[in-house]
């Protein structure tokens, strides 16, 4: 893979991520909690839902899951049901008052398997990736070291995006002053699970 074309493929990797979806709720909704230092167990689990994503795309599984609508259907309607319970749980989570104390947090490795939970069930990244990869792949050349460039690029691209929409998210705690705003903020956020496993939802396969 040339510089030109792995430059170009960083460009559609960062516009990848960048694009609101349920894992950019995910790592906002920690950044907010719990801020940047310790959203990283959750931004990790995402990157491991991705790389199996691209693992399953590399090997060629990707294609065959992508050619099954039962496959889809099942992943799709886990990965909605997954996103409406966080969005519940979020929705309900209660409010702190200063006299309280700090909250009590989820330990890092359930958020770490969360997170992973999200990106391993949404098809739509499978599907993505299986159009995606092969308008970079470059004919005549030894394919398993170009898809590991690419896998690694998305997941490196990724990383720091999520760590930045963890960061701007963290900003917002200092307005977290009162049990009002702290409610309004976590209906906030649970709504917005909700309106990503709409979006799921409603994904239909071209």
């Known amino acids: 893979m040339s510089l030109t074309v792995w430059l170009t493929f960083v460009v559609a990797a960062v516009l990848i991520s960048v694009s609101p979806g349920a894992g950019a709720v995910n790592t906002m909704s920690n950044g907010l909690q719990y801020g940047v230092r310790r959203s990283v167990p959750s931004i990790l689990g995402l990157q491991l839902g991705y790389g199996a994503q691209i693992l399953l795309v590399g090997a060629g599984l990707g294609a065959i899951i992508a050619s099954s609508t039962l496959a889809l259907s099942v992943i799709k309607w886990l990965g909605v049901a997954y996103l409406i319970w966080l969005g519940i749980q979020k929705w309900r989570e209660p409010v702190v008052t200063h006299s309280e104390g700090p909250p009590a947090e989820t330990s890092n490795q359930k958020r770490f398997w969360q997170s992973a939970f999200v990106n391993l069930t949404n098809p739509k990244a499978t599907v993505f990736l299986v159009a995606l990869f092969p308008q970079f ?70």
């Open 137 to 206: 792949l470059v004919a005549g050349e030894p394919h398993g070291p170009q898809l590991a460039t690419m896998g690694i690029t998305l997941v490196l691209v990724d990383c720091m995006v999520m760590l930045g929409y963890a960061l701007l998210a963290s900003q917002l705690y200092r307005f977290m002053t009162t049990p009002r705003r702290q409610k309004r903020m976590n209906q906030v956020f649970g709504s917005l699970f909700v309106v990503a496993a709409v979006a799921l939802a409603s994904f239909r396969r071209t």
